[in-house]
Antibody
Framework: QVTLKESGPVLVKPTETLTLTCTVS??????????VSWIRQPPGKALEWLAHIFSNDEKSYSTSLKSRLTISKDTSKSQVVLTMTNMDPVDTATYYC??????????????WGQGTLVTVSS | EIVMTQSPATLSVSPGERATLSCRASQSVSSNLAWYQQKPGQAPRLLIY???TRATGIPARFSGSGSGTEFTLTISSLQSEDFAVYYCQQYNNWPLHFGGGTKVEIK
């Protein structure tokens, strides 16, 4: 059974750095075909893709947020970590991690975590 | 970057009726398009990939069509559990992008 679970702080202050962890099970991050993305959704708004780490450890980032984001993975812990610097109240959102099965360039999200709400406030 | 535009923003439909949702890409994405359903308080769920292939366990009343820049998600006969927000996502080019969503509400 494939699962993804996000964890991290519920509340961060403006200018702080957010660190979120996605712990996966039911598949291996060392598998040649498994990648993980982070996606966020402000309350009442649309989904926004943030970053992806490929099975070969290459990374891709949202153009608008690239300077603030870092994605990495620890295959031994089955974890993908996202850091976002200089947090602002507009970054308040539910943050999801989701799996991409990287076969035949089919980069859609077949499994999602439950999401974690992060509020940015002083 | 490819911009995804969904219309309408809200669609009011009676149970049992047909719903047609549109998604337009600012440039061709071939058939590299997925549709997701999201209910309140839940994560999105994959419905369609490859523009027209239903994901595992998705009922046949959901169908997708289109290629290039114009795509459609059709729900042939709306059930109560289908009232939700629907998003399209292109994966032809990086960075990935979602559309703004269509809310399907009860008329």
């Amino acid at each position: 059974q494939v699962t993804l679970k996000e964890s991290g702080p519920v509340l961060v202050k403006p200018t702080e750095t957010l660190t979120l962890t996605c712990t996966v099970s039911g598949f291996s991050l060392s598998n040649a075909r498994m990648g993980v993305s982070w996606i966020r959704q402000p309350p009442g708004k649309a989904l926004e893709w943030l970053a992806h780490i490929f099975s070969n450890d290459e990374k891709s980032y949202s153009t608008s947020l690239k300077s603030r984001l870092t994605i990495s993975k620890d295959t031994s812990k089955s974890q993908v970590v996202l850091t976002m610097t200089n947090m602002d109240p507009v970054d308040t959102a539910t943050y999801y991690c989701a799996r991409i099965l990287e076969s035949w360039s089919e980069y859609y999200f077949d499994y999602w975590g439950q999401g974690t709400l992060v509020t940015v406030s002083s | 970057e490819i911009v995804m535009t969904q219309s309408p923003a809200t669609l009011s439909v009676s149970p049992g009726e047909r719903a047609t949702l549109s998604c337009r890409a600012s440039q061709s994405v071939s058939s590299n398009l997925a549709w997701y359903q999201q209910k309140p308080g839940q994560a999105p769920r994959l419905l369609i990939y490859g523009a027209s292939t239903r994901a595992t366990g998705i009922p046949a009343r959901f169908s997708g069509s289109g290629s290039g820049t114009e795509f459609t998600l059709t729900i042939s006969s709306l059930q109560s559990e289908d009232f939700a927000v629907y998003y399209c996502q292109q994966y032809n080019n990086w960075p990935l992008h979602f559309g703004g969503g269509t809310k399907v509400e009860i008329k």
